[in-house]
DNA sequence: GTTCTAGAAC
DNA sequence: GTTCTAGAAC
């Protein structure tokens, strides 16, 4: 869902989609006062030294150093930073009744009954793929993160700019970019020095846990200490691992992402090497098996 | 999504 | 006794 800002007019109020290509400028310290009659806001822009999304857009710095290994990834996730995008301050005592409409400004916000949104686990991406030292690539449509518990030799994830929760809002509308996504995803395999050892898949999770929508692309060694649980092994090596061509090939049919409803059983299915299907028992078991179907 | 750990499984 | 999994996390 796009986000919307809410027009001045203290009478009446004015819903501006800016949803898909943001073109709404506002520059650091600028105060744009978003007022529902009931509800009136004060956003200002902080200060992020020249990182605003809009202007690393077009920066359009496309630099590419997929494989090269650097150093150990900082955990700076979680951490809500300060410098982010918005921010939302009250100006007057919120009513507890007073609920914005679901349509209404950053949808991440809450309203005031529950808090932490930003800082909740499952909204690490959106600060994750803002962090210049976890991208590995961006152009103006997308960035690409490694993944921070990776589940095999190479995870990346690809991430579009623009603030889309889920499968479940993709339309038609979004064809282009999923395409853009998936062609980003493989060059990011062009790139890579495995590319001719390795395989790899794209894809999203049927149900993902992480807020944002992003395209997992993952070597099919999974050779990771961070693959510890059933779970994570078949996330990733059932159908709940919905092949990015397929998700295209959907959307572009049926104009929506539908799941199975069985989704979330396939993660409790038996450990099955996802090569010769073979059965194991315990996880370790599993990553020993694997091994033999490592490259020489 | 991960961490932690109780208790099931071996 | 050790390994391993699965569910809570205020």
């Given at each position: ?6 027009g ?17 400028k506002?520059?650091?310290g ?25 202007e ?41 009744e ?14 005031s ?9 499952s ?7 803002q ?54 995803g ?7 020095p ?6 790899f ?6 149900i993902?846990?992480?807020s ?27 159908e ?32 099955r ?23 020489k």
């Amino acid at each position: 869902m796009g986000q919307s800002l809410i027009g001045v007019n203290p009478t009446s109020v004015d819903l501006v989609d800016v949803g898909k290509d943001e073109e709404v400028k506002m520059r650091p310290g600028q105060v744009l006062h978003i007022v529902n009659k009931l509800y009136p806001y004060t956003v200002q822009f902080a200060e992020e030294s020249g990182k605003d999304v809009t202007e690393a857009e077009e920066k359009v710095q496309a630099e590419k150093r997929p494989c090269e290994d650097s150093s150990e990834n900082d955990d700076i996730e979680n951490v809500p930073r300060k410098a982010k995008k918005t921010e939302v301050v009250d100006t007057q005592g919120s009513s507890a009744e007073l609920k914005l409409s679901k349509t209404s400004v950053f949808p991440q916000e809450g309203t005031s009954s529950k808090k932490e949104h930003l800082g909740h686990w499952s909204q690490g991406l959106k600060s994750s793929m803002q962090d210049p030292k976890m991208q590995v690539y961006k152009d103006e449509k997308t960035v690409v993160i490694k993944d921070k518990y990776p589940k095999a030799r190479y995870h990346w994830l690809i991430l579009p700019w623009e603030s889309i929760p889920s499968l479940k809002t993709v339309t038609r509308e979004h064809l282009g970019l999923l395409e853009h996504m998936h062609a980003v995803g493989e060059k990011m395999i062009d790139q890579c020095p495995a590319r001719g050892s390795l395989e790899f898949r794209l894809g999203y999770h049927a149900i993902p846990s992480m807020s944002h929508l992003h395209l997992h692309v993952i070597s099919q060694d999974f050779d990771s200490a961070a693959l510890k649980t059933k779970k994570h092994w078949n996330s990733f090596t059932t159908e709940y691992f919905l092949n990015s061509q397929d998700v295209i090939e959907m959307v572009r049919s049926k104009g929506k992402v539908t799941v199975k409803d069985h989704a979330s059983e396939l993660l409790k299915l038996p450990l099955r090497c996802h090569i010769c299907k073979q059965q194991l028992s315990t996880i370790p078991q599993l990553k020993e098996h694997l091994r033999k179907h490592w490259p020489k």
